[in-house]
Nanobody, 125 residues
């Protein structure tokens, strides 16, 4: 019912900025909290940021706090991730998903579904 497509990734230098976008199709986008996760080669998928259904509440991993900002526009069915002061450690494939479960915490990937294809972010030193 909801399909997600991530875009905006690329190759940048340390200290640069990127803005990722997640576009949703289908109904009831505003009914779901949304999250951004990332996965680097050889590592598990990890939580980056999440945002509540109406955008009033946001949550960030400690590793990106103060550098990344998550936002959403329910009228356009989009969720963005503004990434500033990028570091080589931020290199990963970035995914967005909708939260479909509240049996655990917001930073558990198993709480989410409808993962997009991901967008590659590469930060050189």
């Amino acid at each position: 019912q909801v399909q997600l497509v991530e875009s905006g990734g690329g190759l940048v230098q340390a200290g640069d900025s990127l803005r990722l976008s997640c576009a949703a199709s289908g109904r009831s986008f505003s009914s779901y909290a949304m999250g951004w996760f990332r996965q680097a080669p050889g590592k598990e998928r990890e939580f980056v940021a999440s945002i509540s259904r109406n955008g009033d509440s946001t949550y960030y991993a400690d590793s990106v706090k103060g550098r990344f900002t998550i936002s959403r526009d329910n009228a356009k069915n989009t969720v963005d991730l503004q990434m500033n002061s990028l570091k080589p450690e931020d290199t990963a494939v970035y995914y967005c998903a909708r939260r479909v479960s509240y049996s655990g915490s917001y930073y558990f990937s198993r709480e989410y579904a409808g993962w997009g294809q991901g967008t590659q972010v590469t930060v050189s030193s």
